[in-house]
Structures are given as structure tokens and as C-alpha cells.
């Protein structure tokens, strides 16, 4: 049983550009979820997905940002005009099932520099 | 939305001792899951535990066990028998129906040998 997966580990980017992150869930996960955490913080959700469909977003989550989870398995986070600000690491997590939120299993994640 | 108050930034238990990390939240849902999640330095997120809200009883896994007062919304993390690999960051996470974590500002948990 593999973890959840996260690429790249790191990325080095100049302001202005696009990123794009990727997670692999655990498989048959039908949740999954993205954190944003800064340092000295604890993560602060960003969105969720149930399966393919996109349930939840929350406020920090600005126009710039946008994430997909085609086929209910992979996900992708892109951030568009990429700003200082979004320096941060990037967590993906997973979990399995329905109603009250369950044990969430979390990715090494991908820490973002924005120069 | 909840709130998560982890009071105490910076914690240092002797190795083999017992150290206990606090937590309170506030939260309008009646059904839900608390977690404590272990951040080592190489911060990957690890479970250490898990509580049910509607069980009376306190969770223990191993050498960790929760005080879970529902009534007073707290939730602290009792690590007993302390080990150099329990030094680590510290989140506290109550989940519910919303479906998301709301993490602490967590605990940083110094080891000392």
C-alpha cells in the first residue's frame, strides 16, 4: 500500500509564472484534499475533492488558484501569476469513505519558493 | 467555521518522562472525529491518533492516549515513556461534517536526552 505521492518536491519559480503541482492519492481514496502551510503554522485548508466532483473551496483559495481531479484519481493544483505570497509548502492528503470527515493521510508535499 | 487553540508553542520533556500537549477547539457539529497529527522535521504529516467524539472513552495508541473532555471542547495528547523520535511539531485537527481539518498552530515538542 503506497502512500500518497506528491511532485515536484520542490519548486523554484519567479514571480509572474505558472505552476502546476500533481498528488497521487492512495488508491480506491475517494477523498482528497489541499493544504497550504507556512512556516510556523499549521496547514490551512485550501479545497476538496469527493471523487471527480470539486466539493469545497475555501476563501483562500483566490482566482489564481484552480485544482482538478479528472477520473477521480490524480489531482493537479495550478497557480497562475504566481506572487510571494503563495510561498508556501503545498500538501496533499487522502482519505477513504463518506460523511464525517475520516483520517486524512498526507503526502511528503511540495514546497514552493516564489522569487 | 472551528477554531483551534494549541496554547503552548514550544513543550521539552526528558526522554522516558511523560509530557502532556493541550488542545481546545470550538466547533457546532455534533458529530465528529479529533485527531492528533505528528509533523517530524522532515514534514511529512503523520496520524498518531484518533478519537470519536460520541465515545466516552479515551483513545490510546501505544505509548500516546488523548483526555477527551467533550463537554469542555478539549483534547489533549498524553505521550508517555517519551522517545528522541517523538521530537516533532504537534497538530491538533478536529474533523467534521465540512469535511475539512482545521489545524492548530501546533506544538513543538523538544526530546531532551
Known amino acids: 500500500d503506497t502512500g500518497v505521492s506528491q511532485d515536484p518536491r520542490h519548486k523554484i519559480t519567479k514571480r509572474g509564472q505558472n505552476v502546476t503541482f500533481r498528488c497521487d492519492p492512495i488508491s480506491e481514496h475517494n477523498r482528497l484534499y489541499w493544504y497550504r502551510q507556512t512556516l510556523g503554522q499549521g496547514p490551512e485548508f485550501l479545497t476538496y475533492?469527493?471523487?471527480?466532483?470539486?466539493?469545497?473551496k475555501s476563501r483562500l483559495l483566490s482566482d489564481r488558484f484552480s485544482a482538478e481531479r479528472p477520473k477521480g484519481s490524480f489531482s493537479t493544483l495550478e497557480i497562475q501569476r504566481t506572487e510571494q505570497g503563495d510561498s508556501a509548502m503545498y500538501l496533499c492528503a487522502s482519505s477513504l469513505g463518506f460523511g464525517v470527515a475520516k483520517t486524512q493521510y498526507f503526502g511528503p508535499g511540495t514546497r514552493l519558493l516564489v522569487l | 467555521a472551528q477554531t483551534v487553540t494549541q496554547s503552548q508553542p514550544e513543550m521539552s520533556v526528558q526522554e522516558a518522562e511523560t509530557v502532556t500537549l493541550s488542545c481546545t477547539y470550538d466547533t457546532s457539529e455534533s458529530d465528529y472525529y479529533l485527531f492528533w497529527y505528528k509533523q517530524p522535521p522532515s514534514r511529512q504529516m503523520i496520524l498518531v491518533i484518533r478519537q470519536e467524539a460520541y465515545k466516552q472513552q479515551n483513545a490510546t495508541e501505544n505509548r500516546f492516549s488523548v483526555n477527551f473532555q467533550k463537554a469542555a471542547k478539549s483534547f489533549s495528547l498524553k505521550i508517555s515513556d517519551s522517545q528522541l523520535g517523538d521530537a516533532a511539531m504537534y497538530f491538533c485537527a478536529p474533523g467534521g461534517a465540512g469535511n475539512q481539518f482545521y489545524f492548530g498552530t501546533g506544538t513543538s515538542l523538544t526530546v531532551i536526552p
Open positions: 475533492f469527493q471523487n471527480e466532483a470539486q466539493l469545497e
